[in-house]
């Protein structure tokens, strides 16, 4: 009996399911659930190489190199284009009298390496009208390797000097570039703040009489609001603001009938509306006051003081 007792407590004992050392987990998070089971199986990759292309674009703009980074990149692409038959192999160019045709292309970006496919016509031709003798310009693009630019330049009209630099300008007063070539020397020469803007219509006036225009040797414009002639011989006409047109014709009359730049004078003032008031040179003054002195009666014994 104590035998059959102690087999059954024995058996029990082994039925009895082993205790296990199991560590009780926490419940996975639901956030994290419905991401693993929505998000595609390679985002994680593309996470990834995001980072890492943010890292290195930061890296270039951080260190300056975008530009450097941006031709590289332009460069590749038109080396490819170029690979496949779109190199430029002719480029017409018309209208240019001032500029070279290898001035025009690297005003416009234009090198060896660009493409035909890949050439941006609109910022060649913004590009070309930035540069200040170019008016206008046209860009064609024809393929396979053919690129047509058609500029209107802007013509040199005179030289004008403020603040002693001297410049060239076009007729509407924009400056062309500064004053190096001898080949501009032959241009009328206008000086003083606002005569870039104004020359246009004074010369214009000007070439009316040429019988003053001929021997002036420059225009300037004094204070914005009127003009003084200098000519060849040195001497200055002083213009008046109104009425200038009457002014050159009274001048031109004046040296056509009484060759008034012939005399010994170094001024000729006509601001004055009623008057025309000349100055004379320092000889001829002296000249004058000698004459004048010779011309006084002398005086007679006995006479009063």
Do not use: C
């Amino acid at each position: 009996m104590l035998l059959r007792e102690y087999i059954g407590v024995h058996l029990a004992r082994r039925r009895r399911p082993a205790r296990q050392n199991v560590i009780d987990r926490e419940p996975p998070n639901r956030f994290i659930q419905l991401v693993e089971r929505y998000l595609p199986r390679r985002v994680g990759l593309a996470a990834t190489l995001a980072i890492l292309f943010g890292s290195a674009g930061f890296g270039i703009v951080k260190g300056g190199h975008v530009d450097e980074f941006v031709a590289t990149l332009s460069d590749t692409r038109n080396a490819l284009a170029n690979t496949a038959g779109f190199r430029i192999t002719t480029v017409g160019i018309n209208g240019r009298k001032q500029l070279s045709q290898d001035e025009v292309l690297a005003i416009g970006g234009v090198n060896g390496r660009s493409s035909l496919l890949f050439l941006d016509a609109e910022t060649v031709r913004d590009r070309l009208k930035a540069n200040p003798w170019i008016a206008d310009a046209t860009i064609l693009k024809l393929y396979p390797g053919r690129l047509q630019i058609d500029i209107v330049e802007r013509t040199a009209f005179a030289l004008w000097q403020q603040d002693g630099r001297l410049s060239v300008i076009a007729a509407d007063g924009a400056v062309l570039e500064p004053y190096v070539s001898r080949r501009f020397l032959n241009l009328p020469l206008v000086v003083g703040k606002g005569a870039d803007s104004r020359a246009k219509d004074f010369l214009a006036l000007l070439d009316r009489y040429p019988q003053v225009r001929s021997v002036t040797k420059v225009a300037i414009f004094v204070g914005e609001r009127r003009w003084n002639l200098r000519l060849k011989d040195g001497l200055d006409i002083r213009l008046p603001e109104n009425d200038v047109g009457n002014a050159l014709a009274a001048l031109s009359k004046l040296d056509k009938d009484d060759r008034l730049f012939s005399r010994d004078i170094v001024a000729v003032d006509m601001r004055l509306p009623d008057r025309l008031v000349v100055q004379l040179s320092e000889d001829a003054g002296k000249a004058r006051d000698d004459l004048f002195k010779d011309k006084k009666p002398k005086k007679k014994p006995g006479d009063s003081a």
